[in-house]
């Protein structure tokens, strides 16, 4: 064997045909482009520690290869290992890394059809992005108790992967790490703080995942398309869950939401066509998670039970429940009458948005407050506001062309654009302070109604609006 060495650089080497196996010396920090490329006759190679670069082509067509051994924090340039049609084990040992290292990690080894068993030994800290992209014929990984990270889309597609123990020294799993993994059963989550975007998704034989305390994050898309996950725990640490996070679990069929988190939206749990039994926080706001989902009524742990689900084209409130999720109805096609209940006392936001079919929504007295955007460019005729109405708030009537509404003496605040786009609106009382509306000026009904000498005619001569006296 004669290896040609230039200031560091494995440039070429000389192999006799029965020299199967290359231990590279210790000091050699690079490999050359193609310094390897076409010696069909390795079987092994072992990369010293002092390595940190790896150029294009170094292994190219090296087809007998079946074992490399290296270090982490090793740069590998484009097609390194191209047609190394035999590789089937890898082994990384840790190393310190140093500041000249350009390595991110573990490497990305591209065109490893053949890759079955990989084995990072103790000392390696991460798993790089892109580290065993689309090796599909993966089928064991051994990871060190070392492991603080693995990185975005580590181990995507590997479709052979059906399971992995990782470490409970990790604390972060990356965007993507193993979306795609089809084969996966089971996977223990460590003790991690988050889970990144479409981390699991369309992990379809993913049965069941323990997620344990400080889990705080678990964002969009992280276990999308898990079709055969029929149970999931998710601890009492959890304060966030991003959109879509379990939609298309069409196998799981109860979740409890932990207490510390305040809101769910953004389709969480969209299309968990197996979803009966859903139990909430009783403070927590609910914009749209269960859409699609056969659960309708959701129970809160003070006790008391959300709607979350609505598909008839006339609403009343079903027997116990006292509280509605935000944005129920919003862009509903079908819906033409709601009835609400007088132990709900607030409209939530968005709650009637954009529902061109709506002609009459009854509002009972009890009702206190009406929420932002409630009734936003829907095409209501018929609303009757309750002499218990304390709060209108901001953009609540924007847009609905077709209503004129009447304000009740008892409301005492009105948000900003509240009105814009209706012709005209009643004032059955005084508002104490017209300040929050002064920045409508532009967007005001054209004719205002009230008592004379009130601060309602003040404002309608403010904002240009005709003023008739009731």
């Given at each position: 064997m004669k290896l040609n060495i230039q200031d560091g650089v494995l440039l070429s080497a000389e192999l006799t045909e029965n020299e199967t196996e290359i231990n590279i010396p210790e000091g050699v920090t690079a490999?050359?482009?193609?310094?390897?490329?076409?010696?069909?006759?390795?079987?092994?190679?072992?990369?010293?520690?002092?390595?940190?670069?790896?150029?294009?082509?170094?292994?190219?067509?090296?087809?007998?290869?079946e074992e490399l051994a290296l270090y982490e924090w090793v740069f590998v340039g484009s097609d390194a290992f191209g047609r190394c049609s035999a590789l089937r084990r890898l082994e990384v040992f840790g190393r310190e890394?140093?500041?000249?290292?350009?390595?991110?990690?573990?490497?990305?080894?591209?065109r490893l059809p053949s890759l079955r068993e990989a084995v990072l030994h103790e000392g390696v800290s991460e798993v790089g992005q892109y580290a065993f992209l689309n090796c599909a014929r993966l089928e064991n990984v051994s990871l060190p108790s070392t492991l603080k990270k693995i990185e975005g889309s580590a181990f995507k597609n590997c479709t052979s992967l059906t399971q992995i123990v990782l470490p409970e020294s990790l604390d972060e799993i990356g965007n993507e790490a193993f979306a795609?993994?089809?084969?996966?059963q089971s996977v223990t989550i460590p003790h991690v703080r988050e889970i990144g975007y479409k981390a699991f998704m369309n992990c379809t034989a993913l049965k069941s995942i323990a997620l344990p305390a400080p889990?705080?994050?678990?964002?969009?898309?992280?276990?999308?398309?898990?079709?055969?996950?029929?149970q999931i725990d998710l601890p009492d640490s959890?304060?966030?869950?991003?959109?879509?996070?379990?939609?298309?679990?069409?196998?799981?069929?109860?979740?409890?939401?932990?207490?510390?988190?305040?809101?769910?939206?953004?389709?969480?749990?969209?299309?968990?066509?197996?979803?009966?039994?859903?139990?909430?926080?009783?403070?927590?706001?609910?914009n749209g998670p269960f859409s699609g989902c056969?659960?309708?009524?959701?129970?809160?742990?003070?006790?008391?039970?959300?709607?979350?689900?609505?598909?008839?084209?006339?609403?009343?409130?079903?027997?116990?429940?006292?509280?509605?999720?935000?944005?129920?109805?919003?862009?509903?096609?079908?819906?033409?009458?709601?009835?609400?209940?007088?132990?709900?006392?607030?409209?939530?936001?968005?709650?009637?948005?954009?529902?061109?079919?709506?002609?009459?929504?009854?509002?009972?007295?009890?009702?206190?407050?009406?929420?932002?955007?409630?009734?936003?460019y829907a095409w209501v005729e018929r609303l009757e506001l309750p002499e218990t109405l304390k709060a209108i708030g901001q953009e609540a009537f924007c847009g609905c062309r077709l209503l004129h509404p009447v304000i009740p003496a008892s409301v005492e605040t009105i948000g900003e654009e509240a009105f814009v786009g209706i012709e005209d609106v009643t004032f059955?009382?005084?508002?104490?302070?017209?300040?929050?509306?002064?920045?409508?000026?532009?967007?005001?009904?054209?004719?205002?109604?009230?008592?004379?000498?009130?601060?309602?005619?003040?404002?309608?001569r403010e904002v240009g609006a005709e003023f008739e006296a009731i």
């Open positions: 490999l050359g482009p193609a310094a390897l490329a076409m010696k069909r006759q390795l079987r092994k190679v072992t990369l010293p520690s002092t390595m940190t670069k790896i150029a294009p082509a170094a292994f190219s067509g090296c087809t007998g290869l890394r140093k500041q000249k290292d350009t390595g991110s990690g573990f490497f990305h080894i591209p795609g993994c089809f084969a996966l889990l705080q994050y678990i964002h969009i898309n992280a276990f999308k398309g898990c079709t055969a996950l029929a959890l304060t966030d869950i991003g959109g879509e996070a379990f939609a298309g679990c069409s196998s799981l069929k109860s979740v409890t939401v932990p207490p510390l988190v305040e809101r769910i939206d953004g389709k969480v749990f969209q299309g968990c066509t197996a979803l009966e039994n859903v139990t909430l926080p009783p403070e927590i706001r609910v056969p659960v309708q009524v959701a129970s809160c742990t003070d006790g008391t039970k959300m709607l979350v689900n609505w598909s008839e084209p006339e609403f009343a409130f079903p027997a116990g429940v006292t509280r509605i999720a935000d944005a129920l109805f919003a862009r509903n096609e079908t819906l033409c009458r709601a009835v609400w209940s007088r132990n709900v006392p607030v409209v939530p936001y968005q709650t009637f948005a954009a529902c061109e079919n709506l002609k009459e929504v009854v509002l009972p007295e009890g009702v206190t407050t009406i929420e932002r955007n409630a009734f936003a059955l009382g005084d508002l104490k302070d017209i300040g929050p509306l002064r920045p409508q000026i532009r967007a005001f009904p054209k004719l205002i109604r009230g008592h004379a000498g009130t601060n309602i005619e003040k404002l309608a």
